[in-house]
Structures are given as C-alpha cells and as structure tokens.
C-alpha cells in the first residue's frame, strides 16, 4: 500500500476523518423536514492532504488503487468517484482554495446505505478546513457537503448523512431536527449492540430507487398539505390512500408475484363495515393494472356471486377460497359448483390456509379436502362431470393452479441461475 509520501513525495500536512452512519429512525424524512435518528459507525474514512503551488488537485483512493486530478476553479462532472471531491471545491468558492494533493483511505463500505459518500465529503472538508484555514464549523461543513451531492454530483439527498457523519459522535445517537438543524445527542444504553445486516443490493443516491423514493415522499408532502388545507383533490387521495396498494401490485409484476387481497368477511367481531368486504369495490385496481396476477381470498362472502363474475370477467383475477370453508362450508361448496359453471376451472384454488400456524394449515386443508368433495360428488351425481374429470379438477383446485399461478418453476429456475457460480453453465 503506497503512503502519502511514496505517491506525493512528502508527508501530509494535514488529515481530516469522518465516520459513515446507521439510521435508526427516519427514513426518507430528512429531505421532507422531519425528524431523523442516526448513529455513527465504527468504520470511517480518513484523508491525508497536503497544499501545492498550483490549482490542481491529485487525488489518490487506495482502495480504488489510482490517482486522478482535476483543476480547481474549472471543475467539471465526470460521473465516477471524483466528483464528490470537485462538488466540495466548486461550491467552496468564494472561500481561499487551492490546489492540493490528497490520499483517501476508507473502511465505510461504499454502496452499502451507510453514507459512504458523506463520510468521504466530511472527511475532505475537515482536512480542507486545516490546510486553508476556513473558519465553518461542523453543521457548515455538513451543509456544504449536502449542497456538493446535491447541485454537482446531482444526488438529491438530504441532510441526515452529512449531519450525521460531521456531528455525530461515538456512544450515542443524533437526533436531529432536519428543519431548523438543531440536533441533541441521545446516548446510547451501555452494553447495546448495533448489528447492520448488508442485503446485497448496491445503493446509490444518485439514481435508482432512491431518487423515486424522494420524488414519491414529495408528492406525499405537497397532497397531505392540500388535504390539510381543505383541498383535497382526486390525485392527493391517490397519492395518500390508493397509492400504497398501486405501488404494491408494481413490485409484484417486477418480481413476478401474484397479488393477494382479502375479500369478504373479517375475522374477529364488532369491526366489520359489511360494504366495504365487497370484491367489487376492487374493479378500478383490477382494470388499471392487466398486467398483474391478483389473487381475491375468501370468496368476497356474502357477496359470493359478485366475485364469480369478477373472476369470469377479469383475466387477471383469480380466486383462492381459502379459509371460506371455515366461515360457511356450504356456502363455500355452493360457490365451489357455481364456479365451474361459470369460470374457467384454472381460476381456482380450492386451498391457500391463511395462517401463522401449520397445525390450523392442516385442519384448513382438511375442512378443503371434505368440502370439495361434496361439491365434486354433487357434480357427478347430478351427470354434470365423470368420477375421472372429477379428479382432475380436484387436483387443479389443490395444487396445479397454484403452482401455475406462483409460476413455482420458473422461480425455482431463476432462483437456481442466480445461485450459479459465474461462468459454471
């Protein structure tokens, strides 16, 4: 590992170091002006920095292993790591600045949500602050670091990470007030342990998921003011009712997952508005997004009709009866016939136990099994179907059309690809 002075040929005349973070309360509030909790991490960034003659700024990133430059005073995006560094002295000015030559070391995993970028930014600006004498205290600098990200890099963060990387402190959490800036430090319970689980999945401020997310928490912040202003209109209800269950079925087509919903009557007593049970009051959902596979549970009882000519008309719906059989078994044996009649047999399961516990699984699969057949039996007495077409609808109704639902196959398929070693065919 080269040191400064094998890369610069001198020591550094100055170091600044800066913590990543964990959040522990607030998510996507901080650019909302809410309230947020983060807590510092032991893993942090450290820059050794030095003052030159001319503008120009070289930088080296031991865990990268390359130096690139850039002049001060001229900055210009370049869309990779470098920027975080050129947005810090852009948007300096008019403070005194000038070329210097810095080496960047971290342990903060980058990509990983616990502001690796900040910490970066933080650790820059206090080196920066020492070798050009700048008088900007901590919060300065945090804000600094915030309108860098945001107005060079072009990351519309918010104010937590650099806040929390800059004021933070080890033993305790920041709470901060993301409005008016004030923060209290709120110490940490002897003995407690943080564990910070890495899901695999690389985050990135500057694009992807975050940026929709601020966008939606903005079109959440501007309807909840018209509602409480008395102008509630139909989009800010959509935006603050309707979207959660849009943004649900989205997930599930992009994760190639049916979408189950409760229809029908609630379990417990004393809560039940009858016409809200209703599988009906669903068809704007079911017609705005074709592209989904929804699941209705229950059989929308005692509307039990409006569901069969939901599911007759609706391609994309099927129906699950699953803990029916409980609430009226003949009633679910009836409905059970007047499906077949009605809709295609591939549209329904007979079975999907709705339940923490498997001993309540099994006793729901049996009251299914006993159930279907009493409408199945009643079929074949009355010459609607043979013992053998019987049997295969049995079948359908217990286990095929789920399994073609839940597309099982292809899931194991996917599931088997990613766990592939690369290049192994």
Request: proline fraction near 6%; include cysteine.
């Amino acid at each position: 590992m080269s040191t400064f002075r094998d890369l610069f040929g001198d020591d550094p005349a100055v170091t600044g170091d800066a913590p990543g973070r964990a959040n522990l309360i607030g998510e996507h509030t901080d650019y909302s002006g809410g309230y947020v909790l983060p807590v510092t991490i032991p893993q942090r960034t450290r820059v050794e920095l030095r003052r030159r003659g001319e503008d120009v700024a070289r930088v080296h990133s031991v865990q990268l292993g390359k130096t690139e430059s850039y002049r001060v005073g001229a900055e210009s995006p370049r869309h990779d790591w470098l920027d975080y560094l050129q947005g810090l002295t852009a948007l300096a000015r008019p403070l005194a600045l000038g070329g210097f030559d810095a080496r960047v070391d971290s342990t903060v995993p980058p990509g990983s949500g616990l502001s690796s970028s900040a910490a970066l930014e933080v650790a820059t600006l206090r080196a920066l602050r020492k070798a050009f004498g700048w008088e900007l205290d901590d919060l300065q600098l945090a804000l600094l670091a915030q309108r860098a990200e945001v107005e060079f890099v072009g990351a519309p963060v918010g104010v937590m990470d650099p806040m929390a990387s800059s004021l933070g402190s080890e033993g305790a959490a920041l709470f901060i007030d993301t409005r008016s800036f004030q923060t209290v430090r709120v110490p940490l319970p002897p003995g407690l342990a943080i564990a910070v689980v890495h899901s695999g999945i690389a985050h990135g401020h500057a694009g992807g998921e975050y940026r929709v997310r601020r966008r939606e928490c903005e079109e959440a912040t501007r309807a909840l003011a018209a509602v409480l202003a008395g102008r509630e209109d139909e989009a800010s209800r959509l935006t603050l009712g309707d979207w959660c269950w849009a943004r649900g079925v989205e997930l599930a087509v992009e994760h190639n997952l049916p979408f189950k919903l409760h229809t029908g009557h609630h379990a417990g007593t004393g809560q039940m508005p009858i016409d809200w049970v209703r599988a009906g009051n669903l068809c704007p959902l079911l017609a705005r997004y074709p592209e989904a596979r929804f699941v209705l549970m229950h059989t929308s009882y005692p509307y039990s009709d409006e569901l069969v000519s939901i599911a007759k008309h609706y391609p994309n719906v099927c129906v699950d009866l699953c803990w029916a059989w409980s609430i009226d078994p003949y009633s679910s044996a009836d409905f059970v016939r007047r499906f077949l009649h009605t809709v295609p047999s591939n549209k329904l399961f007979a079975f999907g136990g709705d339940t923490f516990w498997p001993t309540a699984a099994v006793a729901y699969s049996i009251q299914a099994r006993r159930g279907l057949q009493r409408a199945l039996e009643a079929e074949i007495a009355e010459g609607d179907l043979t013992e053998p077409e019987a049997i295969t609808i049995a079948r359908r109704l217990m286990h095929d059309n789920q399994y073609a639902c839940f597309d099982i196959e292809g899931t194991r398929a996917a599931i088997r690809t990613q766990l592939q070693p690369a290049g192994v065919a």
